[in-house]
């Protein structure tokens, strides 16, 4: 299987290789951290200010995804889409056209983020996970059903907002992120944040957050950049171990 290449702003050969590794290690990384559902959910990334992105195709999941089952579109819906992109590729197309700051996007069915999702809770900083996202958070509810057009893609888009995700109700989560460590990251903290903090509300005991001076520093300190950088190299070494497969890789 070779990535379909559409017509657009293509980078150049090397970092286009080093960005369909990235984004394979980023749905291995999401595998392991408990995103799977069957081949459902997606991850993608683009170079700064392209119109093009690359996206995991529509039949393979997290959990076997390769730089070969990468696929490019165009930001433009009107454009042709490829034969393999995923059905929900109007949801990328329309937060790539609203945000231009955002360079990666992964949409998945982690549980306990959709679970959160279900509720009216107020995301927390419980933790330092929910520091990063506690007030950064929207909730889009005009539907649960899988996002098939644009309109919904921009009203998610629309929900999302200057944020760093957004619930979709009753359907899981999209998070944003600058490049795709930072995506693949930052997926795993909201879901990390919404399982503590339902823990804490199944308890059933009163539990405290973390101040607004703590989050602040937090978000400065434990999630600056050169750290999201050692959490990602971290979690490439934990793939590599369980996929000894990705070493073959070309490089990230």
């Not at 992105?53 to 076997?64: H, P, R, T, V, Y």
């Not at 399982?195 to 539990?207: F, H, K, M, T, V």
């Amino acid at each position: 299987m070779t990535v379909t290449v559409t017509t657009g702003t293509d980078p150049a050969p090397t970092t286009r290789q080093r960005l369909l590794t990235q984004i394979a290690l980023g749905a291995r990384m999401l595998s392991l951290d408990g995103h799977d559902d069957f081949n459902q959910g997606q991850i993608s990334a683009r170079t700064p200010g392209s119109d093009t992105f690359f996206i995991k195709n529509a039949l393979c999941g997290f959990d076997e995804a390769t730089p070969e089952q990468i696929v490019q579109a165009h930001v433009d819906h009107t454009r042709p889409a490829p034969a393999l992109a995923p059905p929900e590729l109007p949801l990328h197309q329309a937060v790539y056209r609203a945000r231009p700051d955002v360079n990666a996007i992964v949409h998945s069915h982690a549980p306990h983020t959709l679970v959160f999702g279900a509720t009216d809770l107020e995301l927390r900083p419980v933790s330092h996970e929910g520091a990063w996202f506690a007030g950064r958070t929207g909730l889009f509810t005009t539907t649960s059903n899988t996002v098939l057009d644009i309109e919904t893609g921009d009203s998610i888009a629309g929900a999302l907002g200057d944020g760093n995700g957004v619930f979709l109700r009753n359907h899981g989560g999209v998070v944003v992120g600058k490049s795709v460590r930072h995506a693949a990251i930052f997926a795993t903290v909201l879901e990390r944040a919404c399982r503590l903090q339902l823990l804490a509300e199944s308890s059933g005991a009163r539990y405290t957050s973390s101040s607004l001076q703590d989050v602040q520093l937090k978000r400065d300190f434990i999630y600056a950049d050169l750290s999201v950088r050692s959490y990602w190299d971290h979690s490439v070494r934990r793939v590599r171990r369980a996929c000894p497969e990705t070493s073959a890789w070309p490089r990230a």
